[in-house]
């Protein structure tokens, strides 16, 4: 089973438009990471969250853990064409140190 | 450039090849991970060196065989491949393994490889 599930798996949204993406876990994460990804090529990390409670920013991303550190969510605050790509959460915390990443969140930013 | 450089950038391999992929990274880090992507399934992490040992193998096919000859460097050699080896492959690098890391993993472009 899926340990890490990111929702929605697609989003399309108009320029300007603010938008959320998240990842929930069943279980206590130790650190939860977030990267955006061009097609096809490596991974960009963006910030990462350890303490229950804990919101960081980025230019205009927000990115929030929950008290439980069991839920995050990336928020993008007037979308521009070069937040596109695909974002992916990663967590430690199943049972070892390794990074285990979601499947992922295309997002696509018409004008 | 993210510090962690990828080489080649695209590979296409013939079933019956032997070819290796190469990572490097002069960040200073102890840790080095391969990972492959799939469409449509998540990163799977495919191996692990922590200061030049080997300390995970995710029930890898013996057709991809890791070497890690110093903390800078990382291959993944490659033979007798299938069709569903197509993927991307990525390396990673961290500070070291088993520690909360504060700037997480450094992973490089990627390498797309096509078994044809």
């Known amino acids: 089973s899926q340990e890490l599930e990111q929702s929605p798996q697609s989003l399309i949204v108009q320029e300007g438009k603010n938008l959320t993406i998240n990842c929930t876990s069943s279980?206590?994460?130790?650190?939860l990471y977030w990267y955006k990804q061009k097609y096809g090529e490596g991974l960009i990390f963006l910030m990462m969250?350890?303490?229950?409670?804990e919101e960081k920013s980025h230019e205009k991303i927000t990115a929030k853990l929950d008290e439980k550190k069991q839920q995050s969510s990336l928020h993008i605050t007037a979308s521009q064409p070069s937040h596109a790509g695909i974002y992916l959460c990663?967590?430690?915390?199943?049972?070892?140190?390794?990074?285990?990443f979601g499947t992922g969140t295309r997002l696509t930013i018409i004008p | 450039e993210t510090g962690v450089t990828q080489t080649p950038r695209h590979l296409v391999m013939g079933m019956t090849n032997k070819k290796s992929l190469k990572c490097e990274q002069h960040?200073?880090?102890?840790?080095m991970y391969w990972y492959k992507q799939s469409a449509k399934k998540p990163l799977e992490l495919m191996f692990v060196?922590?200061?030049?040992?080997?300390?995970e193998n995710n029930s890898v096919p013996s057709r991809f065989s890791p070497e890690c000859p110093n903390s800078s460097h990382l291959f993944l050699h490659l033979h007798t491949l299938q069709p569903e080896d197509s993927a991307l492959y990525l390396c990673?690098?961290?500070?070291?393994?088993?520690?909360?890391?504060?700037?997480?993993?450094?992973f490089g472009s990627g390498t797309r490889l096509t078994v044809v």
């Open positions: 990673a690098s961290s500070q070291e393994q088993n520690r909360a890391r504060r700037d997480g993993y450094t």
């Open positions: 279980k206590t994460l130790y650190g």
């Open positions: 969250l350890q303490k229950g409670g």
């Open positions: 990663g967590a430690e915390g199943f049972g070892n140190e390794k990074l285990t």
């Open positions: 960040l200073g880090h102890n840790a």
């Open positions: 060196y922590n200061f030049k040992e080997q300390t």
